[in-house]
T-cell receptor
Framework: GNSVTQMEGPVTLSEEAFLTINCTYT??????LFWYVQYPGEGLQLLLK?????DKGSNKGFEATYRKETTSFHLEKGSVQVSDSAVYFC??????????????FGQGTTLQVKP | GAVVSQHPSRVICKSGTSVKIECRSL??????MFWYRQFPKKSLMLMAT?????????EQGVEKDKFLINHASLTLSTLTVTSAHPEDSSFYIC????????????????FGPGTRLTVL
């Protein structure tokens, strides 16, 4: 089946620290991979995506590379800010017969950045 | 671009009443919309896939008679929680897929801000 596993949080970092949030997946087809961010009390915002192996998605200093050989899509940022504090969700969508490309989410990782 | 709105953002109702939540794609057409439910400190659970002009497809374990979905136009889908009970209290989030060009190259989903439902 299709699934996404994220590292458990919360992750607590000091401002300007390096961030890595691990994400691995299993998929029966050829997935597109996504990172979404959710700020407190809000819906999800697309942070970045990659649609094929070796693609690198990037946005707002965050980046993630689609690694087919390790089935991973780890999120990284070189220098986090307090405003990056949020819940981060890794997700995949797979197109299969009868499947309209619905998203499958990881459990979410809470990031807390302290000044 | 790619903005999705939800209304209301917050609703409190009495047990046994029905509540309707609207999801609108404001600047694009969405042939497919999705409804999720999110419990505190939990991931999103897909409830159903809503296709414009046809019946919604519900995920296993979701009661279609309790959670009525109508996708009457390319920019509007509604979720009605019928005869709501306290266990239905949750954060409901919709998403819409921008399907302008068709095909998997545009399979990004854009999410609404969510609706907090509290059933007393």
């Amino acid at each position: 089946g299709n699934s996404v596993t994220q590292m458990e949080g919360p992750v607590t970092l000091s401002e300007e620290a390096f961030l890595t949030i691990n994400c691995t997946y299993t998929a029966t087809g050829y997935p597109s991979l996504f990172w979404y961010v959710q700020y407190p009390g809000e819906g999800l915002q697309l942070l970045l995506k990659a649609t094929k192996a070796d693609d690198k998605g990037s946005n707002k200093g965050f980046e993630a590379t689609y690694r087919k050989e390790t089935t991973s899509f780890h999120l990284e940022k070189g220098s986090v800010q307090v405003s990056d504090s949020a819940v981060y969700f890794c997700a995949l969508s797979v197109w299969e017969s009868g499947n309209t490309g619905k998203l499958i989410f990881g459990q979410g990782t809470t990031l807390q950045v302290k000044p | 671009g790619a903005v999705v709105s939800q209304h209301p953002s917050r609703v409190i109702c009495k047990s046994g009443t029905s509540v309707k939540i609207e999801c609108r794609s404001l600047d694009f057409q969405a042939t497919t919309m999705f409804w999720y439910r999110q419990f505190p400190k939990k991931s999103l659970m897909l409830m159903a896939t809503s296709n414009e002009g046809s019946k919604a497809t519900y995920e296993q374990g979701v009661e279609k008679d309790k959670f009525l979905i109508n996708h009457a136009s390319l920019t509007l889908s509604t979720l009605t929680v019928t005869s709501a009970h306290p266990e239905d209290s949750s954060f409901y989030i919709c998403s819409a897929r921008d399907w302008l060009a068709g095909g998997r190259s545009t399979d990004t989903q854009y999410f609404g801000p969510g609706t907090r439902l509290t059933v007393l």
